[in-house]
């Protein structure tokens, strides 16, 4: 099956899609889009050829313009918004006793989809831990972690600190998952380099998002290093074989209202 076809009647032969692909996959030398020898092979899905054409004449084999939704820049947020939503966030540690409703959940999970992967692999999957026990379990992984960090006299004890959050634990507080009611798991094929960084890009974007329906959530980045370097804990996340985790986050109402923004360093800049 070809890559892509041009429907010869609507192609208005201005070159759009042969500019825009990353790739270099598209020759005009007939007049027409044409695809070059062997981009079937190298061409990445990303479907900036279907997006750019503005006549709708530019089809992918996997994507056809009338499949993809139209952009509307009149609904961008204006930039003092974004700017407003960016130093408004916070990293919530204390929820309010309320489950996140899973259309919410969903709604969220299906806007970052859209969040950039490099070389546009979208290899990123979710799992949704809104279950108490089940988060327990997975706190107190993460706890048997930090108590085999101090056990073995790892230097890794120290750096994280471990004494502070296990005592917290030991006295009823949950510092892994700060008593949240879902957390959020990415996980990646073990043979996807880009897996983090993929996973924090759509977990940057889940952040700020969440803000937009009432949601606070946290990096939840000790749970994240006690499952990369504790293999009980891992088999308790039970992910897919062949998956390992990429990024955690915790998701909830948050019990309280900020009041002021706090204060950040200064940029620190070099321009060239
Ligand atoms: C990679 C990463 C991991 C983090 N892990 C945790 C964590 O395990 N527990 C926690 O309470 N906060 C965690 N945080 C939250 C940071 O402490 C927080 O972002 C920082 O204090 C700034 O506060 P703010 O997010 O409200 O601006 C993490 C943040 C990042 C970016």
């Known amino acids: 099956m070809s890559l892509f076809t041009i429907d010869q009647n609507k192609c208005a032969k201005d070159g759009l899609c042969a500019a825009e692909c990353p790739y270099g996959l598209i020759t005009m030398e007939s007049g027409m889009p044409e695809p070059v020898p062997g981009a079937e092979k190298v061409c990445i899905d990303c479907g900036h050829c279907v997006a750019v054409c503005p006549t709708g004449a530019f089809a992918l084999a996997t994507m056809d313009p009338a499949g993809c939704a139209r952009v509307e820049p009149e609904r961008l947020p204006a930039a003092e918004a974004l700017d407003h939503l960016v130093r408004f966030r916070r990293s919530v540690r204390v929820y309010k006793n309320k489950p996140v409703e899973r259309e919410k959940l969903v709604r969220l999970l299906d806007m970052v989809r859209y969040a950039p992967t490099g070389k546009n692999t979208q290899l990123i999957s979710w799992l949704v831990v809104t ?56 996980h990646a094929p073990e043979s996807h380099r880009g897996g983090v960084i993929d996973s924090t890009i759509a977990l940057a974007t889940l952040d700020l998002a969440a803000v937009t329906e009432g949601l606070g959530t946290c990096w939840a980045g000790l749970l994240f290093l006690a499952a990369s370097n504790w293999p009980p804990l891992r088999e308790k996340l039970a992910l897919p074989s062949g998956e390992t985790i990429t990024g955690a986050m915790m998701i909830g109402y948050p019990k309280h209202r900020y009041q002021r923004i706090p204060r950040r360093k200064e940029t620190r800049v070099t321009w060239r």
Do not use: H, Y
Request: aromatic share 8%; with cysteine.
């Open 131 to 186: 279950g108490k026990e089940a988060r327990e379990e997975l706190a107190a992984g993460a706890v048997d972690w930090m108590r085999d960090l101090l056990a073995t006299n790892s230097p890794m004890a120290a750096a994280f600190g471990v004494k502070r959050w296990i005592g917290a634990w030991e006295q009823g507080l949950d510092p892994i998952l700060r008593s949240a009611p879902c957390l959020l798991v990415t």
